[in-house]
Nanobody, 125 residues
């Protein structure tokens, strides 16, 4: 059984940094896309970042580009999201995702078969 387990988020102040991690178990995702989505209160779920494999080119949404960085450790089967210069509008539940198409990435939530339980990140002004 595949499981994606995100690290605990937290409450931070605007301008702070926070790193999320997500460890996968049940199968190896070293050649498969892993990434992050988020859902802010009252808003639809949105793409944040994705990466096909540890040496692949990362993709970030325009709203986080330059502030957030996705990375992976395929030996540990883990994906990370380094979040810098956090803003109140980054407040959301963050979900780790993993796909099943090798070497391929997508910004569409439907293209990811596995989802973590989500972790709350709250940024105060």
């Amino acid at each position: 059984q595949v499981q994606l387990v995100e690290s605990e988020g937290g409450l931070v102040q605007a301008g702070d940094s926070l790193r999320l991690s997500c460890a996968a178990s049940g199968r190896t995702f070293s050649s498969y896309p892993m990434g992050w989505f988020r859902r802010a209160p009252g808003k639809e779920r949105e793409f944040v970042a994705t990466m096909a494999w540890s040496r692949g080119n990362p993709a970030h949404s325009d709203s986080v580009k330059g502030r957030f960085t996705i990375s992976r450790d395929d030996v540990k089967n883990t994906v990370y999201l380094q979040m810098n210069s956090l803003k109140p509008e980054d407040t959301a539940i963050y979900y780790c995702v993993a796909g099943t198409r090798a070497g391929w990435t997508s910004r569409k939530s439907d293209d990811y078969a596995y989802w973590g339980q989500g972790t709350q990140v709250t940024v105060s002004s």
